[in-house]
């Protein structure tokens, strides 16, 4: 079987899938069980064993079961050291900067600058929706590029502009499961991925 891209590439790329794996709180048995593998057949994935991990369809299933999803994957690589050898790079190109598909691909990951790009933004809140976990009046600071644990707060950019302030609870392939909407924080409500530009994680509630 042809080989695609270096080891090097294939630990980085697992590395970068146990990362978004521990971000989810999940241990390799239950990721494993998500995605309809052992637990040894997810590590092998996550040591660079594996080199089908850099594989379109691969990426899907393995991301969908962390709910996330392929580009998630790629904003998690860190950034290659420079290459010297012969026949190597010389401008120390990451992984995510050459991007990890041949042409003709699925998908293309998006550039090394933005595997490290987190951007610090306030939203003030304007309701009581997500009371007492954070009330009208409060300063939510959050990092766009940085995707939410579950029970995080997240700020949810839609297609239309409209910005929604939720609880994050989990994530398949097809939508997005929050609470705090209309109906409170204990009601869940499932935004589709399709009609959302970005969702960024809340890192600090300050009050006014």
Do not use: H
């Not at 401008?91 to 041949?102: H, N, T």
Request: one cysteine or more.
């Amino acid at each position: 079987m042809p080989r695609f891209e270096s080891d090097s590439d294939a630990r980085r790329l697992g590395d970068a899938l146990a990362a978004l794996r521990r971000e989810r709180d999940l241990s390799q048995a239950e990721a494993g069980r998500r995605a309809g593998m052992t637990s040894q057949g997810w590590g092998l994935y996550e040591t660079g064993k594996r080199s089908g991990l850099f594989r379109p369809d691969v990426q899907r299933r393995l991301t969908t079961a962390l709910g996330a999803t392929p580009e998630e994957l790629m904003l998690r690589l860190d950034p290659a050291p420079p290459a010297t050898g012969a026949g190597q790079p010389r401008d120390g190109a990451s992984l995510a900067g050459r991007g990890v598909a041949s042409q003709g691909r699925a998908f293309a990951s998006p550039p090394a600058a933005m595997a490290t790009a987190v951007a610090a933004r306030r939203l003030q809140l304007s309701n009581d929706d997500l009371a007492p976990w954070a009330a009208s009046g409060v300063v939510l600071e959050y990092e766009t590029g940085r995707w939410p644990r579950r029970d995080q707060g997240c700020v949810i950019e839609m297609n239309d502009g409209e910005m929604r302030v939720r609880i994050y609870d989990r994530a398949d392939a097809e939508a997005l499961v929050v609470r705090g909407g209309s109906g409170g924080l204990a009601a869940e409500e499932r935004i589709a991925r399709s009609d959302t530009r970005a969702v960024s994680a809340v890192t600090a509630r300050l009050e006014r």
